[in-house]
């Protein structure tokens, strides 16, 4: 009993770590892949070579980030199988058709065409290369669909029997498609992909800038990147609230877990700001509370009341010191990439977009926040549904391969080494991309709307070519 | 309905593990005879011959997988913590060979660390899937829809011997598929190590040919009773046909046929083993039918199956075009 215990321990935490390292790459991806075909398109319509020059230095950048993605992928794709091998055969039926369709749809398309993307423009001419773009852009936000199917049918089961041998049979595929949480959580991730990226390159085109690069191809980059955030970061944050108050509904100990309500509230809920939740003694210490704002919040009533995990068995409560502060560090950092886009239109309306300093320091510093943030938005969400798979039918305890404990404990130690090894080398490759500047053409120097805006002074312009 | 949807499922999960075999296995291929060209250059070469396609080549692996979860759940529950071990070494190898494609060309001063990942990443990953087959040929063992096995059930002479014969295998299609993209030396050493490589195919698709019978008495009767004997007679003699095409290709023919001959050979040993299981998914363990999802399932992915494959087949089909013809010195990708 201890030792198959510890094998699903064991069996979580590689999940769980090999999981949380491959969508920091599809978080990026996504949200790149479309930024590279908006830039190919506005080369195309305007022939500005400062769009296809940011298209070849991000192209550059997205081959990398996308093949630490597939590979780490394929590592999850067979995981189901070597790990959770009791889920694989209960649940196959339905989610194996979803991830089916994932393949079939996005995998191929983005693998199919990204050849010609990445290497194709001269062979298959602008109009055909800039199709294959698209079909990778395309392919990413597929992906993401199908997963978060799989993804939201977990959370949210609908639109299934059970049958004589425990296996989930599919009875309606569009309920188990459109299962309740599924467009909420989809728009919320693809918002997410969208602000990582821009904050990621936006951070480059502020590194630039800080260093005194003040060209053409960073301030596009810049105010691209700080467009997007002033118009997702409140976009995503509506969608946030929306999105929890499914949750309310439908998982409605997930958001117990995540208020860090122990205790039901019939005459309205606070707000616990801060505070240090206790599984063990059920309570709160040290709790910073405004009265009544989680009530507000949650029902849109100062006086609705909430129930609290007091209602829940101990045994079926998620673990909810890790939920309450993962979903508060989300929370703070999407208002910190609000304040971001706020700070950036202020700027622009005052003319200083391009150089105040201390804008383009808290740019750089906003860089890793999406990632954070998706990782944290992410635990919040697998956290808090323990301790189910599939929620309300199929508990993580049942779910697991009949392994034993030296055998996930001996990959999983295999995993960290090689992840950290390969994925860290690769990161240190990426950082080294984004600190070169986009490559500069020659025939620039004549072409009359950049030399007129007068940001290409001649010695920086040698820098440039400077490691190439 | 009429159709047989778990073996016509069978039948597209085989196609796809073909796939991957074929196609992946050539870009694998690459990898192994990496250390047998210590010039730069010709590594260049042979790493751009493959760097536009290796990525669609393995998302047929994903295909097998994720096709054999969804449409064979049980089937995919049990094989995979069998083969646990061999393939999570398969995956962390992939991993390495996958990175080395873009790192290599990033990398100031470690490119020759990315080669020997690319090598080592290849060569495991091929050994990993060969000993895969291997384990499941000789048998997993199933009770109560799971695994049944020990930790070290995969490891036996048998599947050595099918992880070596794989690598030959993937070190002929390498071989064989910079005789076609390349010229030059190169093209020559290619030739040299083509012929040498499908005399070692040979010999291990002989071995495990003649093993695989004594392994089970169901194999036994299968090749050696009526009417399956037929087979045991037709496929060794296409066997022979293909060898002579590879010989034929290496010593003065066209140079697609080469090629060719060892796709045929793939596909002939990859028939045998088709015949060797059905109608079984897990040999003498479980049946496609046991194994199959319900009907639901099936049909649900047999539709976008049906649609998006000749798709799918029609765009690769295209990119592959795009990258066409003989790759030189200097000329490359990145």
């Known amino acids: 009993m201890f030792e198959s215990f510890d094998a699903i321990l064991l069996a979580r935490i590689q999940f769980a770590f090999t999981i949380a390292f491959h969508i920091v790459f599809p978080a990026?991806?996504?949200?790149?892949?479309?930024?590279?075909?908006?830039?190919?398109?506005?080369?195309?319509?305007?022939?500005?070579?400062?769009?296809?020059?940011?298209?070849?230095?991000?192209?550059?950048?997205?081959?990398?980030?996308?093949?630490?993605?597939v590979v780490s992928g394929i590592v999850m794709?067979?995981?189901?199988?070597?790990?959770?091998?009791?889920?694989?055969?209960?649940?196959?039926?339905?989610?194996?058709?979803?991830?089916?369709?994932?393949?079939?749809?996005?995998f191929f398309l983005e693998a199919g065409f990204l050849g010609i993307m990445l290497f194709g423009r001269e062979k298959v001419g602008r109009g055909l290369h800039f199709v294959a773009t698209l079909m990778v852009a395309f392919g990413t936000l597929l992906s993401a669909t199908w997963i978060l199917a799989v993804n939201s049918w977990m959370q949210t089961p609908q639109g299934f029997a059970i049958n004589e041998v425990g296996q989930f049979v599919p009875v309606d595929w569009w309920a188990v498609i459109f299962s309740p949480s599924f467009p909420y959580r989809l728009i919320h991730m693809v918002l997410a992909a969208f602000l990582t990226t821009a904050l990621v390159v936006g951070a480059v085109a502020a590194w630039h800038k800080l260093r005194g690069r003040d060209w053409p191809e960073v301030h596009t980059m810049f105010t691209m990147a700080m467009g997007m955030i002033l118009v997702?970061?409140?976009?995503?944050?509506?969608?946030?609230?929306?999105?929890?108050?499914?949750?309310?509904?439908?998982?409605?100990?997930?958001?117990?877990a995540m208020e860090g309500h122990f205790e039901s509230h019939p005459n309205g809920a606070?707000?616990?700001?801060?505070?240090?939740?206790?599984?063990?003694?059920?309570?709160?210490?040290?709790?910073?509370?405004?009265?009544?704002?989680?009530?507000?919040?949650?029902?849109?009533?100062?006086?609705?009341?909430l129930d609290g995990l007091d209602t829940v068995p101990r045994d079926l409560q998620p673990p909810v010191e890790i939920v309450f502060w993962s979903f508060r560090i989300m929370v703070?950092?999407?208002?910190?990439?609000?304040?971001?886009g706020l700070w950036s239109l202020a700027a622009f309306l005052r003319g200083r977009l391009h150089d105040s300093r201390n804008l383009h320091r808290y740019a750089l510093a906003m860089g890793p926040a999406g990632f954070v943030a998706v990782l944290a938005g992410w635990i919040t969400t697998e956290v808090g549904r323990q301790p189910w798979t599939v929620y309300g039918h199929m508990l993580t305890a049942d779910s697991a391969s009949p392994i034993s404990a030296a055998a996930v404990g001996a990959s999983l130690v295999?995993?960290?080494?090689?992840?950290?090894?390969?994925?860290?080398?690769?990161?240190?490759?990426?950082?080294?991309?984004?600190?070169?500047?986009?490559?500069?053409?020659?025939?620039?120097?004549?072409?009359?709307?950049?030399?007129?805006a007068g940001i290409t002074p001649g010695p920086a312009r040698k820098e440039s070519h400077h490691g190439h | 309905m009429d159709i047989d949807l778990p073996t016509v499922w069978a039948g597209i999960i085989a196609f796809a593990v073909l796939a991957y075999v074929v196609m992946d296995g050539f870009d694998l291929g690459i990898g192994i005879l990496f250390p047998l060209f210590p010039e730069k250059e010709d590594r260049d070469v042979m790493m751009n011959s493959v760097a536009p396609v290796w990525d669609g080549n393995e998302t047929w692996l994903v295909m097998g997988g994720g096709g054999l979860l969804a449409v064979f759940p049980l089937a995919y529950a049990t094989i995979l913590p069998a083969l646990y071990a061999p393939l999570t070494v398969m995956l962390l190898a992939l991993v390495f060979r996958g990175v080395a494609f873009e790192y290599r060309w990033r990398s100031d001063t470690g490119s020759r660390r990315w080669d020997v990942a690319f090598f080592g990443g290849s060569a495991v990953a091929t050994f990993a899937q060969g000993i895969a087959l291997g384990a499941l040929v000789q048998g997993i063992a199933i009770e109560d829809r799971a695994y049944a096995g020990g930790w070290w059930d995969w490891l036996t002479p048998f599947s050595i011997a099918t992880g070596l014969a794989l690598l030959a295998g993937y070190a002929l299609l390498g071989a064989c598929w910079l005789v076609l993209k390349t010229e030059g030396g190169l093209h020559a050493a290619a030739r040299k190590l083509a012929m040498r490589a499908g005399l070692a195919t040979l010999a291990g698709m002989g071995v495990v040919s003649l093993w695989t019978p004594f392994l089970n008495p169901g194999y036994l009767d299968r090749w050696f009773g009526w009417p399956t004997i037929g087979f045991s007679l037709v496929v060794p003699l296409l066997v022979a046909g293909a060898a002579y095409g590879l010989w034929r290709g290496l010593t003065r023919g066209p140079d697609w046929l080469p090629f060719l001959a060892a796709l045929g050979l793939f596909v002939l040993g990859f028939a045998g083993v088709g015949i060797s299981f059905y109608p079984?998914?897990?040999?003498?363990?479980?049946?496609?039918?046991?194994?199959?999802?319900?009907?639901?399932?099936?049909?649900?992915?047999?539709w976008g199956s049906v649609v998006l494959l000749p798709m799918i087949l029609g765009y690769t089909a295209y990119a592959y075009w795009v990258f066409r013809g003989k790759l030189r010195h200097g000329e490359g990708y990145h």
Do not use: C
């Open chain 1, 77 to 106: 794709s067979y995981q189901f199988g070597t790990n959770w091998s009791a889920f694989s055969d209960k649940a196959g039926p339905v989610i194996g058709p979803l991830m089916g369709y994932e393949v079939l749809t996005a």
């Open chain 1, 414 to 452: 295999a995993f960290i080494i090689v992840y950290f090894a390969i994925f860290g080398t690769g990161v240190v490759y990426i950082l080294r991309l984004m600190a070169r500047l986009p490559e500069v053409d020659e025939d620039d120097l004549t072409d009359g709307p950049l030399r007129s």
């Open chain 1, 28 to 69: 990026f991806t996504i949200g790149l892949a479309s930024y590279l075909a908006v830039l190919l398109g506005l080369w195309l319509k305007t022939g500005r070579g400062v769009y296809l020059r940011l298209f070849d230095f991000w192209k550059t950048i997205f081959a990398l980030s996308f093949g630490m993605g």
């Open chain 2, 280 to 302: 079984w998914i897990v040999p003498f363990a479980l049946t496609i039918e046991e194994a199959a999802a319900p009907e639901e399932s099936l049909v649900f992915l047999l």
């Open chain 1, 232 to 256: 997702v970061a409140p976009l995503q944050i509506f969608m946030g609230d929306l999105h929890g108050l499914n949750t309310l509904e439908h998982q409605p100990v997930k958001v117990m």
């Open chain 1, 332 to 340: 703070a950092l999407g208002f910190a990439m609000l304040g971001l």
């Open chain 1, 270 to 305: 606070p707000l616990i700001l801060f505070g240090f939740p206790d599984r063990e003694a059920q309570t709160v210490h040290w709790s910073v509370e405004i009265p009544k704002l989680s009530s507000l919040i949650l029902k849109h009533d100062l006086n609705a009341p």
